[in-house]
């Protein structure tokens, strides 16, 4: 099925972002997810789903190496990044995270200024020389982030005392200003309310012109409204993955159809 | 076809209950174009009468279903084969409704055709046709119930046989035109009301369509077989004649 929204902004179903070859995650001797085979395009919104526990966020997680610091925890397989092996021994993880930013669930704001929670990326990445580049870099991930606005009277008081959908927002202004090439984000809506809802799904919508967005998210709804393409996950394997309207009104497989139309299954 | 039931029950239960008034629906629709079909070879008035009177009732139906179905896509997000089942039964009660409204058009003019003389037994032949009909609208809306693709692809392919039987009726009445036109008043409506059944074979062939939709995914690819060539013909009866 063709998705009139990407007549918005071409992309490029051969421009692929992160491949994944026979990806395999294990927590001590549970085989967690199992050959895991993906294409994530660029500049494309993907959604994970599925139930808990299926390994939608394990993969995630690998896609940023944020697995690492998870005791027992083993990858195996090949996840590039722009055809770069992610997990090569050369590989910084923290360099990788710069490129390859992150969202939780629950917005965690670090207890300092707005400005500094944003500057905070640039700063420690070396990506600004003087104050105005960095006071730059702050506006425009503010900006980017939707909170500009809402923000910039009041830069200097603690990121804390924002609203959850605020905070959340500036969260992702934080992950933005290192300039990543992908954004991944774990279930970012579930603690905001709708409203705030619609603003972050909204800005994931904007920021596809320039990143890839991946977000796991247990709305099959927000899935369906925000992504291009959908991978579900059952089992700690990847079942389906097909462009987000036909995985919604035609999937093929029928563990897709029972989870997507709420069956037992 | 998915046959498990879903984790929260009312949805199961809010499609089951649009689904019967599809049925209930089909049952009405196929009573009408027998009852309109008879009262027109028996010149039944008051059967005629009441095939009109309950064309209101099909039509209330309609609505009610259209709205059933809105109010499942606003409430439950179907998805899959959910919200096929939910697109078709709004294409299916369209197609019906149509169907009732062609019974009663010739419910209305058996009503004429009962003070006009006999055209050969051309009501006869209406009266078969009708029954072709209805039998191909009944098998479509059962291969709508069993989720029974390859019943709704020979539905499709007897629709062939109601067009014939159309081309043969649509060269009779130019013949019994042609031999006395005292005959035109009566065979002009007799015509529509063939041309309607014809129809009513369309409507049945696109059910069946549906049908196929939502079992599939997909709408059947190859043409639909077409035997109508009256369109296309200069209607001659001796040229027309096989």
Same mark, same amino acid.
Request: aromatic share 8%; charged share 30%.
């Given at each position: 099925m063709d998705d009139i929204r990407y007549a918005d902004r071409i992309v490029s179903a051969d421009e692929v972002k992160i491949a994944a070859r026979k990806a395999q995650v294990y927590y001590g001797t549970n085989h967690a997810l199992r050959d895991v085979d993906v294409d994530i395009l660029g500049k494309t919104v993907t959604a994970f789903i599925g139930?808990?526990?299926?390994g939608k966020s394990t993969f995630l997680r690998c896609l940023n190496r944020m697995n690492d610091t998870i005791p027992g925890c083993r990858v195996e397989g090949k996840i590039t990044l722009d055809g770069q092996d992610?997990? !090569?021994?050369?590989? !910084?993880p923290v360099q990788l995270r710069a490129k390859v930013g992150m969202v939780f669930q629950k917005p965690n704001p670090f207890p300092k200024s707005i400005y500094d929670n944003v500057a905070y990326g640039p700063r420690i990445h070396g990506l600004a020389r003087s104050k105005a580049e960095i006071d730059e870099i702050v506006e425009s991930a503010l900006r980017r982030a939707a909170l500009w606005n809402e923000a910039k009277d009041r830069l200097s008081s603690p990121g804390t005392g924002l609203s959850g959908g605020q905070q959340q927002r500036l969260c992702i202004a934080r992950a933005i200003a290192t300039s990543p090439e992908v954004l991944l984000m774990d279930e970012p809506c579930s603690a905001l309310d709708p409203i705030a809802t619609a603003q972050i799904e909204e800005l994931i919508d904007e920021l596809r012109a320039q990143f890839s967005v991946v977000i796991v998210t247990h709305s099959m709804q927000q899935a369906a409204r925000v992504s291009q393409r959908t991978a579900f996950f059952h089992l700690g394997r990847l079942v389906e993955y097909g462009e987000t309207g036909q995985i919604f009104t035609?999937?093929?497989d029928p563990r897709t159809e029972s989870y997507i139309s709420g069956r037992i299954g | 076809m998915m046959t498990e039931p879903h984790i929260f029950q009312a949805f199961d239960r809010d499609l089951e209950a649009v689904q019967a008034l599809i049925m209930k629906m089909g049952g009405m629709v196929e009573a009408a174009i027998l009852d309109a079909a008879q009262a027109l070879e028996t010149r039944d008035e008051e059967l005629a009468e009441q095939v009109r009177r309950n064309d209101a009732a099909i039509d209330a139906l309609e609505e009610r279903i259209q709205a059933e179905a809105a109010r499942l896509i606003a409430l439950r997000s179907p998805t899959a084969t959910d919200l096929r089942t939910v697109l078709t039964v709004i294409k299916i009660a369209a197609a019906l409704e149509r169907c009732g409204d062609y019974a009663k058009n010739l419910a209305k003019r058996s009503v004429v055709l009962g003070q006009l003389a006999q055209v050969g037994d051309s009501t006869g032949s209406i009266r078969r046709m009708a029954n072709a009909v209805e039998l191909l609208l009944k098998d479509a809306l059962d291969s709508y119930i069993h989720r029974d693709a390859q019943l709704a692809a020979d539905v499709r392919q007897r629709d062939r046989e109601v067009d014939q039987m159309y081309n043969a009726l649509f060269r009779e009445f130019l013949t019994h035109m042609m031999e006395d036109p005292r005959n035109i008043t009566a065979c002009m409506h007799l015509h529509f009301i063939a041309k309607n059944i014809e129809r009513m074979g369309d409507h049945a062939t696109s059910i069946a369509e549906q049908v196929i939709y939502l079992v599939t995914g997909n709408l059947p690819e190859e043409p639909r077989p077409k035997a109508d060539m009256t369109a296309s013909s200069i209607g001659m009866p001796a040229q027309g004649a096989d």
């Open positions: 139930p808990s526990g299926c992610i997990y !090569d021994a050369r590989v !910084d035609n999937p093929r | -």
